[in-house]
C-alpha cells in the first residue's frame, strides 16, 4: 500500500512542479521582445492606379424616337416563353381529372382488379367493412 501512496504522491507533485516552473525544451518558444528589423512601423501605401481615358464626345446624335428601346430577338424570346406558359396551362386544365389507374397495391394473393370499375367496386366493399367494424366499435 505505501509503493502505491508514494507513486501516487510522486505523479501529483511532479504535475505541480511542472505547472509552476517556466517552460522549457525544444517546443518552446520565447516571444522576441524588440522588433524586427525588417518590420516597417508605417503603414504600407499603394500608388494610385492611372486614371482612366476620357471617352470623346459621339460623332453622330441619334434622335430616341428612331432606336427601338427593346431588341426584336428579346420581344420574340419573351413571346415565345409567353406561348409556352399558355400551351402548358391549357393542357394541364384539359387533362383528364381522373388519373389513370395504377398497379394494384393491396392484398397481394388477392387478384389485380382489372378494370377501373373492378376497383371502385373493391373501394365500395372495403369502406362498407371500414363502417361496419366502426358500427360494432371494433378498432380499424
Same mark, same amino acid.
Given at each position: 500500500m505505501h509503493q502505491f501512496s508514494a507513486t501516487l504522491l510522486g505523479a501529483a507533485f511532479a504535475l505541480l512542479r511542472a505547472l509552476f516552473t517556466a517552460p522549457s525544451g525544444?517546443?518552446?518558444r520565447r516571444r522576441a521582445s524588440r522588433v524586427r528589423r525588417y518590420a516597417?512601423?508605417?503603414p !504600407? @501605401?499603394?500608388p494610385l492606379p492611372p486614371?482612366?481615358?476620357r471617352l470623346s464626345a459621339p460623332r453622330e446624335v441619334f434622335p430616341a424616337d428612331d432606336l427601338p428601346l427593346v431588341r426584336?430577338?428579346?420581344t420574340a424570346h419573351e413571346q415565345s416563353r409567353r406561348?409556352?406558359? !399558355? @400551351?402548358?396551362r391549357l393542357r394541364q386544365w384539359t387533362a383528364p381529372r381522373i388519373p389513370e389507374p395504377r398497379p394494384y397495391e393491396g392484398d397481394l394473393l388477392a387478384p389485380a382488379p382489372a378494370t377501373f370499375e373492378?376497383?371502385?367496386r373493391a373501394t365500395r366493399v372495403?369502406? !362498407?367493412?371500414?363502417e361496419k367494424k366502426q358500427a360494432a366499435g371494433v378498432g380499424a
Amino acid at each position: 500500500m505505501h509503493q502505491f501512496s508514494a507513486t501516487l504522491l510522486g505523479a501529483a507533485f511532479a504535475l505541480l512542479r511542472a505547472l509552476f516552473t517556466a517552460p522549457s525544451g525544444r517546443h518552446h518558444r520565447r516571444r522576441a521582445s524588440r522588433v524586427r528589423r525588417y518590420a516597417d512601423p508605417r503603414p !504600407a @501605401t499603394r500608388p494610385l492606379p492611372p486614371a482612366a481615358p476620357r471617352l470623346s464626345a459621339p460623332r453622330e446624335v441619334f434622335p430616341a424616337d428612331d432606336l427601338p428601346l427593346v431588341r426584336p430577338y428579346y420581344t420574340a424570346h419573351e413571346q415565345s416563353r409567353r406561348q409556352a406558359a !399558355a @400551351t402548358a396551362r391549357l393542357r394541364q386544365w384539359t387533362a383528364p381529372r381522373i388519373p389513370e389507374p395504377r398497379p394494384y397495391e393491396g392484398d397481394l394473393l388477392a387478384p389485380a382488379p382489372a378494370t377501373f370499375e373492378d376497383l371502385a367496386r373493391a373501394t365500395r366493399v372495403w369502406l !362498407a367493412q371500414q363502417e361496419k367494424k366502426q358500427a360494432a366499435g371494433v378498432g380499424a
